[in-house]
């Protein structure tokens, strides 16, 4: 039995997928329904991801530009001295572990396909790029999902701290499931073509109604699916 089918046979699966198209419904009216746009090139997403741990999406930000401006290529990224990257990065915070863990996988990509470059991936099965891309060194399942969603248009469903939080609340996913295996369950709730929107969507809503320490319930217009709410919490 295949993880998937083992999720969608598990207790209580059903109760929570019955939740998904109303839910769905609700932020698209809300907020729309964001179609698929080309973001960042595959080895850019990567690094924008391993720059982006553990700091503010501004930190990350400012040292992904830094990063741009300094270094016209990925080859010179590579090539840096380790000190010097440090610097140049060091607005995205924990940059003495970042500047070394970018260098191995700029070198683990092109060890093994030639080039710094992750285009090959788009051509892969989903489960094949995944695994992939989690043979890096600190890639997990959140980065090698948003990788494949947002610069690869490949179906997989990346779970940050807002979808975490927000799919717990509602009822999605279990209470107390850890974010990586949170990523199968939602992959196999929402439909795949809805991955992409319905993940940024989720994001919204935990940034603008459903916030970590003062859920906006008055304004929220998915009380009547959510358990947190249900529950009086």
Not at 89 to 108: C, D, M, T, V, Y
Not at 134 to 159: D, Q, Y
Request: glycine share 6%.
């Amino acid at each position: 039995m295949s993880k998937r089918d083992s999720i969608q046979n598990g207790p209580d699966f059903a109760r929570r997928q019955a939740k998904y198209a109303p839910v769905r419904a609700a932020l698209t009216e809300m907020y729309g329904y964001p179609e698929w746009r080309p973001s960042l090139p595959p080895v850019d997403e990567l690094v924008a991801c391993i720059l982006s741990q553990s700091t503010t999406d501004l930190n990350s930000e400012r040292a992904f530009d830094a990063l741009k401006a300094r270094y016209p290529t990925w080859e010179a990224v590579r090539d840096a001295p380790v000190e010097e990257l440090v610097q140049v990065i060091h607005s995205a915070g924990l940059a003495n572990q970042k500047a070394p863990r970018i260098q191995e996988a700029l070198r683990f990509i092109e060890r093994e396909r030639g080039a710094i470059n992750l285009d090959f991936l788009a051509d892969l099965p989903p489960a094949e790029a995944r695994a992939w891309l989690t043979r890096l060194r600190g890639v997990g399942m959140k980065t090698a999902s948003i990788v494949m969603c947002f610069a690869l248009n490949l179906p997989a469903f990346p779970v940050d701290t807002h979808v975490h939080r927000v799919g717990q609340r509602i009822g999605l996913l279990p209470p107390g499931i850890s974010a990586d295996d949170a990523h199968a369950v939602m992959e196999a709730i929402v439909e795949p073509p809805d991955y992409y929107a319905f993940h940024l969507n989720l994001i919204r809503h935990g940034r603008e109604i459903c916030q970590a320490r003062r859920p906006r319930c008055e304004r929220c217009p998915l009380t009547g699916h959510c358990d947190h709410y249900q529950r009086g919490t």
